[in-house]
Nanobody, 116 residues
Framework: VQLQASGGGSVQAGESLRLSCVASGSVSLINVMGWYRQPPGMQRELIARVGSEGVPYVEDSLKGRFTISRDNAKSTVDLQMNNLESDDTGVYYC???????????WGKGTLVTVSS
């Protein structure tokens, strides 16, 4: 499975960004898709994920601002980020997980910079 993310950039606090990630290859094996982020100098952390059945999960601290959506037909997962804050700055990674070994695949990160 290969993942290609897009949509990062530099914005002002309060603005919005939408990240998109498209999977290719053995997409039929994918169960869960989602996003992590890695703030500067910190570890990678889960943002949101959604299973093939479409039930989303968003970290409690981000609910109300971040929304995850998935299109199984297009093998895409999107992350809508509203009212961005400077603490949202970081590299965002999409992931896909599935198959017998529950292998996790990562896309190249996309940088989000929020200026206050």
């Amino acid at each position: 499975v290969q993942l290609q993310a897009s949509g990062g950039g530099s914005v002002q606090a309060g603005e919005s960004l939408r990240l998109s990630c498209v999977a290719s290859g053995s997409v039929s094996l994918i169960n869960v898709m989602g996003w992590y982020r890695q703030p500067p100098g910190m570890q990678r952390e889960l943002i949101a994920r959604v299973g093939s059945e479409g039930v989303p999960y968003v970290e409690d601290s981000l609910k109300g601002r971040f929304t995850i959506s998935r299109d199984n037909a297009k093998s895409t997962v999107d992350l809508q980020m509203n009212n961005l804050e400077s603490d949202d700055t970081g590299v965002y990674y999409c992931f896909a997980q599935g198959g017998l070994a529950l292998a996790r695949h990562w896309g190249k990160g996309t940088l989000v910079t929020v200026s206050s």
